[in-house]
């Protein structure tokens, strides 16, 4: 099971779980260092521009919807998944929680 975002982005419902739209993940392939910080430390500047380069290329991707729910659902606590980072996706946790 996992959550979907209404229109507003504010509400949930539950839904049945699929991991079908990976196989479409438009990042098959990319660096995961780009998606994911490094073991070691990572400057302001440069997860920025890291983490643009990776949202750019979800901003393309065809299964950015079902990537972005999954992530919330799950809580994944690193990386860009669906286009956001780990603090973008606990703000929208956070908002559905209030
Ligand atoms: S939305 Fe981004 S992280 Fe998710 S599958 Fe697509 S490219 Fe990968």
Do not use: H
Not at 24 to 51: H, I, M, N, W, Y
Request: proline share 4%.
């Amino acid at each position: 099971m996992f959550y979907i975002l209404s229109g507003s982005g504010m509400e949930v419902r539950m839904a049945g779980m699929g991991t079908n739209w990976q196989g479409q993940a438009l990042c098959k392939g990319v660096r995961s260092s780009l998606f994911f910080p490094p073991s070691t430390s990572e400057k302001k500047d440069e997860k920025e521009r890291r983490e643009s380069r990776a949202k750019a290329i979800c901003g393309r991707c065809r299964v950015i919807v079902p990537c972005r729910q999954y992530a919330l659902a799950l809580k994944e606590p690193y990386g860009i998944w669906g286009g956001l980072n780990e603090s973008e996706r606990n703000l929208i946790l956070a908002r559905i929680a209030s």
